[in-house]
């Protein structure tokens, strides 16, 4: 097993994490810790090559809800989400599950609220400078760019179905600790190359700037949504009031908020569902109205797709008390 950097062993010590064994279900090969019995329950995995990669999972939770803030060197990370709930803060933004999320490490503090009792299970991989310049400069010679705008590419997408299978592949592989370092080395390069290669094919598709005056509207639609998104919303009435063709305004307002005009409004719609199955006791039909939605059932699959929890069970998990 490879000697680690300080870097985890130390957030993990400021953040009462205790190493253990392994459970049942992880990959072979990592070094695991869990939570201190008074904080919170269940595990995170990680394996490392100092100065070079990691792989880490997390499956745990906390009792009661927690604001992270801490600081991590250099880094640039690729991250699948089965479930989690919360808000990061700087910028501030609800956290969504089921999508591939990206972060930059070393420029600025993180910080983000994790609400209590909400599993947190995600898989992802974190890569040093100086191994994701070689990888990438070996693997695209001339068409090689600055990587961080390829990895701010892929944050908070849906549609990166290459990706989500590689990192569940890694999360299943059961070999031996001896082929680990092997396949774990060649899926860690594998993914870079996913982003890379994924970035690239977008930017060669010609993307005419939005003029400012289309921007502004759009943003003031987004604002218009986020106060009616209870309502029955059409396509043909916000086209009217951001003065824009149906066709124009699908395109635009993908192009300006990175999803279609029905995704941005489910999103809002579970955001604000959640608040409600958290801290009132209206039932879950009624939640389902009072967010816009008439069949119970539709609501509770689009819940559990955002949040990875059926509603009833989310605030089950919010407000169990230990």
Known sequence: MNKKKDDYKELFQKTNFIPCASPEGFPPGGDCYTFAPNLGEGY?????????????IHDFSFYEDQVLDFELPEC?????????????????????????????????PYRALIHRNIPIRSIGIE????????????SFGDIYEDP???????????????????????????????????????????????????HRKLNEKEKASLPSKDEEMLKSLGLYINDHYADRISIESLSKIAC????????????????????????????????LLAFTDLPVSEVAKAVGYISPGHFAELFRSAKG????AYRKAFRRKF
């Not at 890569?127 to 070996?138: A, G, I, T």
């Not at 929890?309 to 009833?312: N, R």
Request: hydrophobic share 35%; charged share 25%; glycine share 6%.
């Open 44 to 56: 995170y995995w990680y394996y490392e090559i100092p100065g070079k990669y990691n792989i880490k």
């Open 76 to 108: 640039l990370s690729v991250t699948w989400y089965e479930s989690i709930s919360g808000e990061e803060l700087n910028p501030y933004r609800s956290m969504s599950c089921n999508v591939i999320k990206s972060f930059l490490g070393g420029y600025e």
């Open 127 to 138: 890569y040093r400078p100086d191994f994701f310049h070689e990888v990438l400069k070996s």
């Open 148 to 198: 961080k705008s390829a990895f701010r590419s892929i944050d908070e997408t849906a549609d990166f179905p290459e990706m989500k299978k590689l990192l569940w592949e890694i999360l299943k592989y059961k070999g031996t600790s001896q082929s680990a370092a092997l396949y774990y080395d060649g899926k860690v390069r594998e993914a870079l190359a996913l982003v890379f290669e994924r």
């Open 244 to 275: 824009m063709g149906t066709t124009k305004l699908k395109s635009t307002f993908k192009l300006y908020y990175g999803m279609t005009v029905a995704e941005y409004i489910q999103k809002v719609r579970i955001d604000h569902a959640e608040h």
């Open 309 to 312: 929890l059926l509603p009833l």
